[in-house]
């Protein structure tokens, strides 16, 4: 009987353990986006750039046909935004 509850204990400690999930977000990025417009016109295929003040990882997106961008960090898989501070 005892051995069948540390089995059981076991188990389900590796199971908590094993769905923890992959890192989405690994740089702690958080959520941005804007627009870019030229005299109230909105500007399609520009290239938006946040570099941080320390040197790492930049930030960046495309505005699209309205203007509007998104800014990922570290590549579209990596995590959606930008690194804060």
Known sequence: MRLTIILTLLLSLATFVGCGGSNKNPYGAVYLEGTVTL????????????????????A??????????????????????????
Do not use: H, Y
């Not at 909105?42 to 930049?58: A, F, H, N, Q, Y």
């Open 39 to 58: 005299d109230g016109s909105p500007m399609e295929g520009i290239s938006v750039t946040l570099v941080p003040r320390d040197g790492d990882l930049s």
């Open 60 to 85: 960046g997106g495309i505005t699209d046909a309205a203007g509007k961008f998104t800014v990922t960090t570290g590549g579209s898989a990596a995590g959606t935004g930008a690194k804060p501070g």
